[in-house]
């Protein structure tokens, strides 16, 4: 069993910026691909961002492409979102997301206008 946890949300005005952390508990993290989703209030999760277990491949939804960068830390078993632009419409809680089937327990982001 894979436990992640999540930090690094808050409260922001749209146009800054945060980083999101993601803390895995095990060592095989490495053989991951990690991604980010959201879910904002009322409607369902979705795929914000996604990374391979060597971090040569990234994918992002259209909305934050530009914007957002994901990257991993196979050292610190730590994935990363970095959140620039941000937007009012990307408020939501970010969860994190391991090879689809383990996920962390979500942090609040609020982008104010």
């Known amino acids: 069993q894979v436990q992640l946890v999540e930090s690094g949300g808050g409260l922001v005005q749209a146009g800054g910026s945060l980083r999101l952390s993601c803390a895995a508990s095990?060592?095989?993290?490495?053989?991951?691909?990690m991604g980010w989703f959201r879910q904002a209030p009322g409607k369902e999760r979705e795929f914000v961002a996604r990374?391979?277990?060597?971090?040569?491949?990234?994918t992002y939804a259209d909305s934050v492409k530009g914007r957002f960068t994901i990257s991993r830390d196979n050292a610190k078993n730590t994935v990363y979102l970095q959140m620039n632009s941000l937007k009012p419409e990307d408020t939501a809680v970010y969860y994190c997301n391991a090879d689809l089937i383990h996920w962390g327990q979500g942090t609040q982001v609020t982008v104010s206008s």
């Open positions: 990374i391979t277990w060597s971090g040569a491949s990234t």
């Open positions: 095990r060592r095989t993290f490495t053989s991951y691909t």
